[in-house]
Each structure stands twice: as structure tokens, then as C-alpha cells.
């Protein structure tokens, strides 16, 4: 075990991960983290820093902080991420019609390009969780994207 993986950061983080994303999430970061091939030490930054020491923070509920990391993501372009923290958001307590909202409030900021983008992602973690129908069409179903 490395030193980072006995940080009670590390640890925070193994745990906030399983929560918001799963044990095949987990895994999959786990084993990423500890193969030693190329970027493995991005993925125990992730787990000690991103999740250990931000995401376990006081002072925003998991709620909170999924709303401002969506947002963040959206006007980033950062539609693989998104799918992982709409995931996570949904897990955190987040509605559909709340994901709604935030791709709503993100057009005037992050611009109609982006957030097409974003609902194609979001409406695939939807899907996936059957939340929405394949009547739910994006811009991409009608062949504008």
C-alpha cells in the first residue's frame, strides 16, 4: 500500500466514490490508480484530492457541490466527465427535472453549443437509468448535431 492510499484523504475518498458512483466505478478507478502504467498517479490524485479533500468537505451538501461540478462541466465541454457526475448527481439526490434546469441555466453562460453537447450526455445517463424514454429525442437524434 502507498503512501497516498493511507491518507485519510485517500481513504475519504475510496469511500465518496463508492457512494456516488458505484463499486464498478470504484473499481475501475482503483485499478487505474494501481497499475503503475502511464497517468496511474492521475487517478490516485483524484481519489486523495478531487473526492478525499473537496468532495468530503463541510460546508455544501453532496447535492450542492454535484449542482456547481455539472455546471462547471457543461460550460467546460467536458460531456465524458458529465456523464459521470450526472451519475453522480442522481445519486446525490439530484431529479431529472432538476438536470433539466441546469442545462437551462447554462445556455446564457456556456452558450447553446455546449449545452447541446451536455444534453446529448445527460439524456444518455437517462436513458441508461430509465428515466427518460427513446422518445426523449436530442439534437443529435434529429441529426443536428
Known amino acids: 500500500m502507498s503512501e497516498m ?26 485499478a487505474a490508480a494501481g497499475s503503475g502504467a502511464f497517468a496511474a498517479d492521475c487517478a490516485s490524485i483524484a481519489i486523495e484530492s478531487a473526492f478525499g479533500a473537496v468532495w468530503s468537505r463541510p460546508g455544501l451538501a ?20 458529465l456523464k459521470n457526475h450526472v451519475r453522480a448527481g442522481l445519486n446525490n439526490g439530484l431529479t431529472a427535472l432538476e438536470l433539466q434546469e441546469v442545462l437551462i441555466q ?14 446529448e450526455a445527460t439524456v444518455s445517463v437517462l436513458r441508461e437509468r430509465g428515466l427518460v424514454d427513446e422518445q426523449t429525442k436530442t439534437a443529435k437524434d434529429r441529426g443536428m448535431l
Open 5 to 30: 492510499e493511507q491518507s485519510p484523504n485517500y481513504r475519504k475518498g475510496i469511500e465518496l466514490v463508492r457512494e456516488m458512483l458505484g463499486p464498478q466505478f470504484l473499481a475501475g478507478l482503483q
Open 62 to 81: 453532496r447535492r450542492d457541490r454535484s449542482l456547481v461540478t455539472l455546471g462547471i462541466l457543461i460550460a467546460s465541454g467536458k460531456t465524458n466527465e
Open 106 to 119: 447554462a445556455i446564457p453562460y456556456a452558450g447553446f453549443p455546449a449545452v447541446a453537447e451536455a444534453i
